[in-house]
């Protein structure tokens, strides 16, 4: 599944916002099996109400969403590249995750320590930049160092390597972060598994007081702005707010929240804005024994798809049959989509859609 990871400064409210998430989550999916919670892993079903309109409809027995992993990495201060706070461990951390919620303080609290001194969330998103921006370079060089004799013996794979880490420490040196760096298609597998802190889209989330939950403030205003200019992500969450919902039952969850302003938890407007910068879509499959959502990039084919369930599937794949998940509401299920004309048959140059609902046919 895919991983987000939660970094900020400290007393930003990154555990707050944490452990709210995965509570409400655990609440929501008691009914789901394998909801394993760790400490500072929180592995959260992705809500998604087509889901239960389709398992009622194809009378599903049991509703398995598709599932977020989220990873508390605390112990990023500033001079955290240079081994302060947890450093190594710390970073070890990131490279194991997709994509960075980066949590800023937009709260005024005079209770709760600023470590910088005042709100400035711009300058703060700066200062954890600078760090991973120093951690990219060392590494970089380390690495270069250590390919210079593989690319003597004639390692193919290294002269690659080689190649894209100079590219991104020209951009590092030049105080811009790896992600700006132009990577072809055909090399975008190589530039992942460089793992650079860096390159890792990032999502800013803005931890704004209770009566702004809904709109916002000045603060986060202005991280909407440096988001907009970098191409990251954006989004207003009061992590005090999701602290409270996290202990509320559904039904006065709900009143709370509309009595806020919100129509739902911030989990929902976290994962969605997370799916937006990975790119992320859903798809279905419906039976009677279970409806499932299953998470792939957008832009994969019917193939590849099916090798989200099984390599089986993939590798033995013959075609796929499908129904629009608007078709399949509007008509009252697979068998009126069929007598609608709404069931496709498609092959394996079909580019799966955001909300299909799938079959495949294999041979094992
Ligand atoms: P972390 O160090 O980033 O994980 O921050 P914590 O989640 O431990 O929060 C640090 C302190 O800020 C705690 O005392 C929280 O209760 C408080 N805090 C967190 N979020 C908010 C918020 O939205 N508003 C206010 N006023 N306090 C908050």
Same mark, same amino acid.
């Given at each position: 599944g895919f991983r987000m990871g939660i970094v900020g400064l400290?007393?930003?409210g990154k555990s707050t916002l944490f452990n709210a998430l995965t509570k409400t989550a655990a609440a929501q999916a +008691?009914?789901?099996?394998?909801c394993t919670i760790e400490p500072n892993v929180g592995d959260v079903a992705v809500p998604d109400a087509r889901l239960f309109k389709l398992a009622e409809i194809g009378k599903s027995k049991e509703i398995i969403p598709t599932r977020m992993t989220f990873v508390?990495? +605390?112990?990023?201060?500033?001079?955290a590249s240079k081994?302060?706070?947890?450093g190594n461990q710390f970073l070890a951390n990131i490279r194991e995750v997709d994509a960075i919620a980066h949590v800023l303080r937009c709260f005024e609290d005079d209770d709760v320590t600023h470590v910088e001194g005042k709100i400035d969330p711009v300058a703060d998103a700066e200062t954890i930049e600078t760090e991973l921006m120093i951690a990219d370079m060392d590494s970089i060089e380390k690495r270069l160092a250590n390919l210079t004799r593989k690319i003597r013996g004639g390692d193919k794979e290294a002269v690659e390597q080689d190649a894209l880490l100079r590219r991104a420490l020209t951009a590092l040196e030049d105080?811009?972060? +790896?992600?700006?760096v132009d990577v072809a298609p055909d090399e975008r597998k190589s530039w992942r598994m460089l793992?650079?802190?860096?390159?890792k889209p990032v999502l800013y989330v803005c931890n704004v007081e209770e009566s702004a939950a809904a709109d916002g403030n000045s603060q986060s205003a202005r991280v909407a702005v440096m988001a907009a200019a970098q191409g990251a992500g954006h989004v207003v969450i009061s992590a005090q707010i999701e602290e409270e919902i996290s202990q509320l039952a559904a039904d006065e969850a709900e009143m709370f929240l509309s009595e806020m302003?919100?129509?739902?938890?911030?989990l929902g407007r976290l994962i969605r804005a997370g799916y937006a910068l990975l790119d992320l879509q859903t798809y279905f499959t419906v039976g009677p024994k279970e409806a499932r959502a299953w998470t792939i990039p957008r832009g994969t084919m019917a193939p590849q798809a099916a090798g989200v369930i099984h390599g089986d599937f993939e590798r033995g794949f013959i075609r796929a049959e499908t129904v629009a998940y608007d078709d399949y509401i509007a008509n009252g299920g697979e068998a009126g989509a069929k007598d609608a004309g709404k069931f496709r048959v498609e092959g394996k140059a079909y580019t799966v859609q955001d909300g299909d609902v799938l079959h495949f046919l294999f041979n094992a």
């Open positions: 400290p007393n930003v +008691a009914n789901f099996p394998f508390d990495i +605390a112990g990023l201060v500033r001079g081994g302060e706070g947890l105080g811009k972060p +790896a992600r700006t793992q650079l802190l860096t390159s302003g919100l129509e739902e938890p911030g």
